[in-house]
């Protein structure tokens, strides 16, 4: 999943509605479906809002810190990205999307440590 995304991503192009349920593995092989949000990286639609929406998805579904973390850690290392820099550029949205979920379907959410 981490290699898929970051080729989509390096490639200048995001799903723009990544979420579990939009994610198919069959064997080995790993397919992104709905991709009627599939655009070019732009001032909306950007590798951080994929990778929030995602982290989002991970903790709901019961994936704990390590995982996250892992997650990140992969991402930035074999994107040669400073994890720093993505964290505090996905904290806020990660929080917004929170706020969602809240909001839609009246539970807290589950915390995310991204230290």
Same mark, same amino acid.
């Given at each position: 999943? #981490? @290699?898929?995304? /970051?080729? *989509? ?7 723009? =509605? ?5 994610? /198919? #593995? $069959? =064997?080995?092989?790993?397919?992104? *479906?709905? &991709? =009627? ?7 909306? $639609?950007?590798? @951080?809002? =994929?990778?929030?929406? &995602? +982290? ?5 579904? !019961?994936? #704990? ?12 290392? @074999? !994107? ?6 993505? #964290?505090? $550029? +996905? ?6 999307? @929170?706020?969602?979920? $809240? %909001?839609?379907?009246? %539970?807290?959410? *589950?915390? *995310?440590?991204?230290?």
């Amino acid at each position: 999943l #981490v @290699q898929a995304l /970051l080729k *989509i991503h390096q490639h200048g192009f995001c799903h723009g =509605d990544l979420k579990l349920r939009n994610i /198919l #593995v $069959k =064997d080995t092989a790993l397919y992104f *479906i709905d &991709l =009627d949000s599939f655009s070019a990286i732009g001032w909306r $639609k950007t590798a @951080q809002t =994929d990778m929030a929406r &995602l +982290i989002v998805g991970l903790s709901e579904a !019961g994936c #704990v810190n390590e995982d996250v973390d892992f997650f990140l850690h992969t991402y930035c290392q @074999q !994107g040669g990205l400073d994890r720093h820099v993505l #964290v505090k $550029k +996905i904290r806020p949205l990660i929080a917004k999307f @929170q706020c969602r979920h $809240k %909001r839609r379907h009246g %539970r807290e959410p *589950i915390a *995310i440590d991204m230290t």
